[in-house]
């Protein structure tokens, strides 16, 4: 391949990419701005929201908890989010003990609270680890925000009414990554909007 024909395809995917997100907004801005509020209900009443997922997901999982620990783009005190990817310790042992499948369920139901939201990330709505989650999430009466792709998979059947169900109409793990990267922008701009008013 020549180095034309690779700009032709690195423009393809811009181009791609930034039509997956068009023909997303008119879907995905309503459920977007429920689970902004779900989970700003849960803010103001002490309540946290817990992430995970794998592979990139694990990525976006921690990318949104150091947005609300840390700050999105307004100045404002940290908000109580944790990801369940990032200690190495009980991520191995819970997998070396009980499989893989069970390595956020075990910390769900160790830290989650009734209150409590859980963000389920899986491109697929498939992973294993992440519908063992949502299971636990429920169990201990958290609400549950889950961000697909592919239809929803098996966690599109699992979610309840008071659930909110963000799916990417498309069948590319890298398109549905990268609009699932905007949408957790959106949360991080719409929890600051709701907890501290829009700047002018």
Same mark, same amino acid.
């Given at each position: 391949?020549? +180095?034309?024909?690779?700009?032709?395809?690195?423009?393809?995917?811009?181009?791609?990419?930034?039509?997956?997100?068009?023909?997303?907004?008119?879907?995905?801005?309503?459920? &977007?701005? $429920?689970?902004? $509020?779900?989970?700003?209900?849960?803010?103001? /009443?002490?309540?946290?929201?817990?992430? @995970?997922?794998?592979?990139?997901?694990?990525?976006?999982? %921690?990318?949104?908890?150091? $947005?609300?620990?840390?700050?999105?783009?307004?100045?404002? %005190? /940290?908000?109580?989010?944790?990801?369940?990817?990032?200690?190495?310790?009980?991520?191995?042992?819970?997998?070396?003990?009980?499989?893989?499948?069970?390595?956020?369920?075990? %910390?769900?139901?160790?830290? /989650?609270?009734?209150?409590?939201?859980?963000?389920?990330?899986?491109?697929?709505?498939?992973?294993?680890?992440?519908?063992?989650?949502?299971?636990?999430?429920?169990?201990?009466?958290?609400?549950?925000?889950?961000?697909?792709?592919?239809?929803?998979? $098996?966690?599109?059947?699992?979610?309840?009414? +008071?659930?909110?169900? &963000? @799916?990417?109409?498309?069948?590319? +793990?890298?398109?549905? %990554?990268?609009?699932?990267?905007? &949408?957790?922008?959106?949360? @991080?701009?719409?929890?600051? @909007?709701?907890?501290?008013?829009?700047?002018?």
């Amino acid at each position: 391949m020549n +180095t034309m024909d690779l700009i032709s395809r690195i423009g393809q995917h811009f181009m791609d990419s930034a039509q997956t997100k068009l023909d997303a907004v008119e879907m995905l801005a309503a459920p &977007i701005a $429920e689970a902004a $509020e779900v989970m700003v209900g849960s803010l103001v /009443g002490n309540g946290k929201i817990i992430a @995970c997922g794998n592979g990139g997901s694990a990525a976006d999982a %921690q990318h949104f908890a150091a $947005e609300l620990v840390g700050r999105f783009e307004m100045e404002r %005190q /940290g908000l109580a989010a944790i990801a369940l990817t990032t200690d190495s310790s009980i991520m191995t042992a819970v997998a070396n003990d009980y499989g893989y499948k069970a390595v956020f369920d075990r %910390q769900v139901r160790a830290l /989650g609270q009734p209150g409590d939201v859980l963000l389920a990330i899986s491109t697929s709505g498939n992973s294993a680890s992440v519908v063992e989650a949502i299971h636990a999430a429920h169990d201990n009466d958290l609400r549950v925000v889950a961000l697909t792709g592919k239809g929803g998979g $098996e966690i599109a059947e699992l979610l309840r009414d +008071t659930d909110v169900h &963000i @799916c990417v109409s498309s069948d590319r +793990t890298a398109r549905i %990554q990268e609009v699932h990267l905007l &949408i957790i922008h959106c949360l @991080c701009d719409a929890i600051d @909007c709701l907890l501290l008013g829009v700047e002018e």
